[in-house]
Structure formats: C-alpha cells, structure tokens
C-alpha cells in the first residue's frame, strides 16, 4: 500500500515538474546559446594565425648566381622544413611581372635590365607562426647555400600574434564569468520549480520515502531539462551560422564539422551538468528541512 502511494506521488511529481520547468528550459537553453557563441568565436579567434599565413609570408631572396635549376633545389631543401607550411618560387620574370602590375609601366624599358631577384614565397606552420618561430626559421633559411636573405613583416606579426593573445585571454574571462551567471541563473530557475514542490517532497518523506526515491524523479527530469536546452541552443546557433556564413565565411570558420562536433557536445554536456547538479543539491535541501520550518522558506 506504501508503495502504491510513493509511486502515485512520484507519478503526480514528475507530471508537474515537466510543467514548473518550461521556463528553466528556456532560460538554460539561451544561456547554452551564448555559450555555444562565445566558444565559436574563440575558436576563430586561436585559428587567426593560420588563417592569415598565406597573406603573411616569409621571403627568401635567392643569389644572383643561382640558375633556375639551382632555385628548384633549394625549393625541395626548402619544402622538407618542418615549419614551412607552402612554398612558391618566384622567378626573376615574375618579380617583374608583379611591378608592373602594380605600378602600371613597363619599367624594364627604361633600366634595359631586369634587377629584381628571384625569391621564394613561404607560409609558415602554424605550430611556428610566431615571432620567435619565424626567427628561427629565418636563421634556418639563411644557412642554405645560394639564398642571399630571408625577410618577413615582424611588427605586423608580431601586431597580429599580440592581439590574438589578448582577445584570447578576454574571451576566457568572459567566459569564465558567464559560466558563473549561467550556473546561477539555472540554479535560481531550478531553485524556483524545486520550491514550489516542497510539500510534495515532504509528503514523500513522510510516507517513508528514502532520499535516493524522492530524488530519481527530479533527478531524471532535471537530466532531459538539460539535453532539450542544448537541443534547443544548438538549433539557435545553426541558425546563426547559416545567417552569417555567407557574409562573414572569409572572417570566420563555419564549416568545420569536427569543431561543431566537439562544441555540440560540450553544450549538450553542460547543460545536462549544470542542471542535475543544481537538482541534486536542492532537493537534497529539502529533504532535510522538517515540516515545520516548510512554511518560512
């Protein structure tokens, strides 16, 4: 008879909570949101190096000297580096060709002779797109027999790998914050629910529930609460992504499924997270309150 009553209560419980929780659903849900957006960005924000390294190369002039089968020797030597992600060789000719496409005359009319040096066009690594990397590898390069120099833009690096490292570490601030507004937001909209089933949760007490039988209900709901909030937030963020993809596909990376994957995942972890241990902490709560004392809180 005792237990047709606690499974009549846990049934009456469960019906109830699926309605209290609407609004923790959707509370959670944006939260995960913004979640989901901020991981997005600081995604792009770590992959801004690589996404400007063919726009930022280093430049290996080679020796007057050197022949064009010597230029492609050096251009396999040069290929085998560990830190060159793409090299292009660039002849004499095609120095020429790029000047007088930008300045628009035939100059070599007037010099009779063509002065610009053949050279190879470098794009480094990512694991080396750095100003102490690309030192490094400039060092390298110079030590190969027939290159006169090896030139790279090092403020505009530097510029570009210094505010990367900014926006990164105030992304995790921000993140670090909104973690904590979201971990009190859903609690104070689970506390909420929780609250209004307090003589429910008493009810089951005084029948002889054990803590564990009073939990289960909420606990399991608590779990779903959450994978339908980062359900919900995940079809929100593909619907920002479609928005912006196709004005903003040069600036951020939209199409890497792997990285959706993991960010998915983590939204929908998270959110299960949160909300179970909010759950289990607030009940436990309430177990523990006597009858009495239900009327104060």
């Known amino acids: 008879m005792k237990l047709r009553k ?19 659903v959707i509370s959670t849900a944006l939260v995960l949101f913004l979640l989901g957006v901020v991981g997005l960005l600081l995604y792009n924000v770590n992959r801004m190096p690589a996404a400007l390294r063919d726009h930022i190369v280093v430049s290996v002039t080679l020796a007057d000297t050197v022949t ?28 020429a060709k790029e000047v007088q496409a930008e300045l628009g005359v035939d100059f070599l009319r007037l010099l009779h002779e063509n002065p610009l040096p053949a050279r190879i066009n470098i794009s480094l690594d990512r694991d080396h797109f750095s100003t102490e990397g690309i030192e490094a590898a400039k060092v390298e390069l110079e030590k190969i027999a027939g290159v006169r120099e090896a030139r790279y833009h090092r403020s505009l690096i530097e510029t570009v790998v210094g505010n990367t490292r900014k926006i990164s570490v105030l992304i ?22 929780i609250h209004s089933k307090r003589f429910t949760i008493n009810t089951m007490k005084l029948v002889g529930a054990s803590t564990n039988f009073i939990r289960t209900p909420f606990l399991t709901s608590s779990v779903w609460q959450g994978l339908i909030s980062g359900l919900i937030a995940i079809v929100m963020l593909l619907g920002l992504v479609l928005i912006l993809r196709n004005d903003f ?9 792997r990285m959706f994957g993991v960010l998915f995942a983590l ?11 909010s759950t289990y902490l607030i009940v436990t709560k309430y177990t523990k309150i006597r009858s009495d004392d239900l009327w104060d809180i």
């Open 6 to 24: 606690l499974t009549k209560i846990t049934k009456i419980t469960t019906s109830r909570l699926h309605t209290s929780y609407l609004s923790s």
């Open 68 to 95: 064009d089968r010597g230029a492609m020797q050096i251009l396999a030597k040069i290929e085998l580096k560990d830190f060159v992600y793409k090299a292009e060789f660039k002849s004499k000719e095609d120095a």
């Open 172 to 193: 995790f601030i921000f993140v670090g914050l909104l973690l904590f507004v979201s971990v009190f937001l859903i609690n104070n909209t689970i506390r909420l629910a």
């Open 249 to 257: 596909s040069k600036i951020l990376e939209l199409t890497d499924a």
């Open 267 to 277: 939204m929908l972890f998270m959110g299960s997270l949160i909300s179970f241990v």
